[in-house]
């Protein structure tokens, strides 16, 4: 495998200098600060990610106010306390996307949510106490107990929470084959996560370094050198 600081050093020059990589890296998340965000916080985060998948993230985020109206302040509680006339509604919401499956995994995951946060003494608990170099177990337990939060949606819901969380974008992903990791141009399968995750916990062992700092420099080693003004517009407060 390749030596992390030269693929960092390649970052650096593709983005005017070290000085401007480091501000497109993010502040350093804290896992432990995880388990006080509260359950509908972590719920709103669940739908936005969800409601971002495959659209324009800034039009979600600027009609945002009016999803927190539509679905109750995504408590989850009082959401699961609504009939399906209330969620049949949504369905021509003007407030919102109006994508019936979307709107559905809101329901579900208010539930998900709740079973989770009885049995941890809150959601947010739950993940501050994962362990931070088993995200793939993390991803695979979200994918399979929670609703349409598998794959990339997944990974960018633990980033926004300000878990440390890795992003297997395709340009993470050739950051990685380019480095010499014998991984699927589209990684996908366990044994490619598998070994995904060993290596980031390689590097973060190496270099000290969180994982999404690492993550965020891979995918900037490589492809399309977008501007890093490009970059934090892309990014926004995250």
Same mark, same amino acid.
């Given at each position: 495998? $390749?030596?992390? #600081?030269? +693929?960092?050093?390649?970052?650096? !020059?593709? &983005?005017?200098?070290?000085?401007?990589? %480091?501000?497109?890296?993010?502040?350093?998340?804290?896992?432990?600060?995880?388990?006080?965000?509260?359950?509908?916080?972590?719920?709103?985060?669940?739908?936005?990610?969800?409601?971002?998948?495959?659209?324009?993230?800034?039009?979600?985020?600027?009609?945002?106010?009016?999803?927190?109206?539509?679905?109750?302040?995504?408590?989850?509680?009082?959401?699961?306390?609504?009939?399906?006339?209330?969620?049949?509604?949504? $369905?021509?919401? #003007?407030? +919102?996307?109006?994508?019936?499956? !979307?709107? &559905?995994?809101?329901?579900?995951?208010? %539930?998900?949510v709740?079973?989770?946060?009885?049995?941890?003494?809150?959601?947010?608990?739950?993940?501050?106490?994962?362990?931070?170099?088993?995200?793939?177990?993390?991803?695979?337990?979200?994918?399979?107990?929670?609703?349409?939060?598998?794959?990339?949606?997944?990974?960018?819901?633990l980033?926004?929470?300000?878990?440390?969380?890795?992003?297997?974008?395709?340009?993470?992903?050739?950051?990685?084959?380019?480095?010499?990791?014998?991984?699927?141009?589209?990684?996908?399968?366990? !044994?490619?996560?598998?070994?995904?995750?060993?290596?980031?916990?390689?590097?973060?062992?190496d270099?000290?370094?969180?994982?999404?700092?690492?993550?965020?420099?891979?995918?900037?080693?490589?492809?399309?050198n977008?501007?890093?003004q490009?970059?934090?517009?892309?990014?926004?407060?995250?």
């Amino acid at each position: 495998m $390749a030596d992390f #600081q030269k +693929i960092r050093l390649r970052a650096a !020059k593709r &983005k005017g200098g070290e000085a401007e990589l %480091a501000t497109l890296l993010g502040p350093v998340p804290d896992n432990a600060a995880v388990a006080d965000i509260p359950d509908d916080r972590i719920l709103s985060t669940m739908a936005e990610r969800i409601f971002a998948a495959g659209f324009v993230w800034r039009v979600i985020e600027q009609k945002w106010p009016g999803f927190e109206e539509a679905f109750l302040r995504f408590e989850p509680k009082r959401l699961l306390f609504q009939p399906d006339d209330f969620w049949h509604d949504l $369905a021509s919401d #003007q407030r +919102i996307v109006r994508n019936p499956q !979307k709107i &559905k995994s809101v329901r579900d995951n208010a %539930a998900f949510v709740e079973r989770v946060s009885k049995e941890h003494g809150g959601f947010g608990e739950f993940l501050a106490n994962w362990p931070a170099g088993d995200q793939v177990g993390l991803m695979a337990y979200l994918g399979k107990h929670g609703s349409r939060l598998g794959g990339n949606t997944g990974q960018y819901f633990l980033r926004w929470l300000g878990w440390d969380a890795f992003v297997i974008s395709a340009d993470m992903a050739a950051a990685l084959r380019d480095a010499g990791l014998d991984i699927a141009e589209s990684p996908t399968s366990k !044994k490619d996560l598998d070994k995904i995750q060993a290596q980031i916990n390689q590097w973060v062992a190496d270099t000290g370094l969180p994982r999404r700092h690492i993550s965020r420099i891979l995918a900037m080693s490589i492809g399309e050198n977008h501007s890093p003004q490009s970059l934090r517009e892309y990014m926004g407060d995250d």
